[in-house]
């Protein structure tokens, strides 16, 4: 089992930042892929950024909406990852999800931590 843990988010107006983070705990050992998925009200869960491992130092994956704003980025002990989001929008709304996966085992999910950006 993993257990993780999500901190960082909060209300900002347009154009403010945000960082977010996300410490996993329990099996931690092979986790290869961890990333961010939001939820918008009434709308699907949907990836934001991953960030995979790998022998050549990994790679990094983002939705287009948030290229050029957001980074993600894991901790020197590889058991935190965290989001810089920048430029927040108010459609970058939405409850963001941690999201961690030892392939090809199942992933685990975050409680969630509401973000919300007024105009």
């Known amino acids: 089992q993993v257990q993780l843990v999500e901190s960082g988010g909060g209300a900002v107006q347009t154009g403010g930042s945000l960082t977010l983070s996300c410490v996993a705990s329990g099996s931690i050992f092979s986790i290869n892929t961890m990333g961010w998925y939001r939820q918008a009200p009434g709308k699907q869960r949907e990836l934001v950024a991953v960030i995979i491992s790998g022998g050549s130092g990994g790679q990094t994956n983002y939705a287009d909406s948030v290229v050029g704003r957001f980074t993600i980025s894991r901790g020197n002990a590889q058991n935190t990852v965290y989001l810089q989001m920048d430029s927040l929008k108010p459609e970058d709304t939405g409850v963001y999800y941690c999201?961690?996966?030892?392939?090809?085992?199942?992933?685990?999910w975050g409680q969630g931590t509401q973000v919300t950006v007024s105009s």
């Open positions: 999201y961690v996966r030892r392939a090809p085992l199942p992933g685990y």
